[in-house]
């Protein structure tokens, strides 16, 4: 499933329910900004951190969902209350079933939530129940299901230099037939670049690495951003989760493709997708991966391209310590 798919079947559930008037997705702020709530609400947050799993093949997105309804304050108060945190309880569970129903076999929900029962002040006071739920999509991870050009033939050279990577990293996103720009740099310079074409890749490398001379590797993070402009005159909120639905699926296959067994480099296989609005040149919606490259290195001193050394001169001599067993070279 897309996200663009979960939104849409969470929506029809919400509305399906006879006690449930209005369904909105999106932050929190737009949510307490919209006067035209009939109660009672199902509001839906996704949240910015999320999951790419290559092992159980899914993409985790993590919501939020608020169950509300009006108070009365005008006249017994607390009775009311408590009438209303009682029937939004009952909504949530019936909601919760809901998404947690077998038939549905292409994404899957928990079975045990942790709620939260508070009052909230929105366009009006509301008494609500809170509960944080992770839907996971599955997804195929082929790389044949990618719409790329890329020719993929195994490597067979056990190193590689930066510099390779770097530009396989760059043929494997402009394959792609959905990014139209590609850009590896510091966030600065790809925010002061004026002729992007969206969609588009940013990638930028953590200056933060690691060698392992246990595992031989040399290890090297980057981030990948991917962006599309938001149609902010019209069905702005629609055209939001359109792009953020389509850089999701650009990110599930650009992982797809680095995971490509020829390449001659070690990948992890879980990553974090973080999941939001950008202001760059224009305003733009957008998903972040982050992903460690791991690459091979002999670690051997005789493929170290170094003259010849020795490792003590004429004038040093040697003691014996029979309690260590060691030789020292003084």
């Not at 992890?268 to 224009?282: C, P, V, W």
């Not at 982050?290 to 490792?311: H, K, M, Y």
Request: hydrophobic share 40%.
């Amino acid at each position: 499933m897309t996200l663009k798919q979960i939104i849409q079947r969470l929506e029809e559930l919400a509305l399906s329910h006879k006690q449930v008037n209005h369904f909105f997705v999106g932050g929190a702020d737009e949510f307490l900004d919209d006067s035209d709530v009939i109660y009672p609400a199902i509001f839906a947050e996704l949240k910015e951190d999320n999951t790419i799993s290559l092992t159980n093949r899914v993409t985790t997105y993590n919501f939020t969902f608020y169950f509300l309804d009006l108070l009365d304050i005008s006249d017994n108060a607390l009775q009311n209350q408590w009438e209303v945190s009682s029937d939004v309880s009952s909504i949530a569970q019936d909601y919760l079933a809901m998404l947690y129903d077998t038939s549905y076999t292409d994404w899957e929900v928990g079975n045990s939530y942790n709620f939260e029962i508070k009052k909230y002040q929105l366009q009006d006071l509301c008494a609500g129940i809170k509960v944080d739920v992770t839907i996971g999509s599955k997804f195929d991870a082929n790389r044949c299901q990618v719409p790329t050009d890329f020719t993929f033939t195994d490597y067979v050279n056990s190193t590689l230099t930066l510099k390779q990577v770097i530009t396989r990293l760059q043929a494997l996103a402009e394959s792609h037939a959905q990014l139209n720009h590609y850009f590896l740099g510091d966030f600065d310079e790809f925010l002061d670049n004026e002729d992007v074409i969206y969609p588009a890749c940013f990638a930028e490398i953590n200056r933060n690495g690691n060698i392992a001379l246990t595992d031989r590797l040399a290890k090297y993070q980057f981030t990948f951003y991917f962006f599309d402009l938001l149609d902010i005159a019209n069905n702005s909120l629609q055209n939001e989760w359109e792009v953020k639905s389509d850089m999701s699926s650009v990110a599930q296959d650009f992982v797809a493709m680095l995971n490509y067994n020829g390449f001659a480099w070690v990948l992890n296989t879980e990553y974090s997708m973080k999941i939001t609005d950008y202001q760059l040149q224009d305003l733009t919606a957008g998903v972040s991966v982050t992903v460690e490259i791991g690459l091979r290195f002999d670690a051997n001193l005789c493929q170290v391209p170094a003259d010849s050394f020795l490792l003590w001169d004429d004038n040093q001599y040697f003691l014996i310590n029979n309690n260590d067993k060691l030789i020292y070279a003084e």
